[in-house]
């Protein structure tokens, strides 16, 4: 992948088959799993080195690139095919691998409490999507599914990793979802 299909990440959209108020691109998208990570590893992870933490970033930021050259493939399509194939055989897994080497070297050498970060923060970002720009009966359910997933991956990663602070993500994504917006009072910054 060169230079020139990372600029097209910000013209390559999310979200074509489902009715949307507007279409986020790849760019926005990763750049706000990123943040997102950033915010979860500060509450279930604050421990985390350095080295782990670009480590997570970096894959936060690569995840979706190869979407910038395939486009963004359908979820039910994408998980129709993991179902189909052994863990890691998937066919769309192979290409996006072999069209992003940067991709594929970060997410191989990730461990795996890091990849469940950047899942969670995946999924944060897909819902606070779906509620706020989703149109018409299929966003809610989507919505509902993003939700599912998030709290299993939740549960799931308690039992594996204990040690780090998972309820934290809960929290975090209903400040996401229902928390308000930080308003400047222009007249208290200026005195």
Request: contains cysteine; negative net charge.
């Amino acid at each position: 992948m060169n230079i020139y299909d990372i600029a097209r990440s910000a013209d390559v959209t999310r979200w074509h088959s489902v009715p949307c108020h507007r279409y986020p691109s790849i760019a926005e998208h990763s750049f706000l799993v990123t943040m997102y990570a950033c915010s979860l590893t500060e509450q279930v992870y604050p421990a985390i080195s350095p080295e782990e933490k670009l480590a997570l970033l970096q894959f936060c930021l690569w995840h979706d690139m190869p979407e910038t050259l395939t486009g963004d493939l359908a979820t039910p399509l994408k998980r129709r095919l993991e179902a189909s194939f052994p863990k890691g055989d998937s066919p769309i897994e192979k290409i996006e691998e072999s069209l992003c080497p940067e991709y594929k070297r970060y997410k191989h050498h990730l461990p795996d409490r890091l990849k469940r970060i950047a899942k969670l923060a995946d999924i944060m970002e897909a819902m606070k999507f779906i509620r706020s720009e989703g149109k018409g009966g299929v966003s809610e359910h989507i919505f509902q599914e993003r939700q599912k997933t998030f709290s299993q991956l939740v549960k799931d990663s308690m039992t594996r990793y204990p040690e780090l602070e998972w309820p934290a993500a809960e929290a975090l994504l209903d400040e996401l979802l229902n928390g308000t917006p930080t308003m400047i009072d222009f007249v208290d910054a200026f005195q």
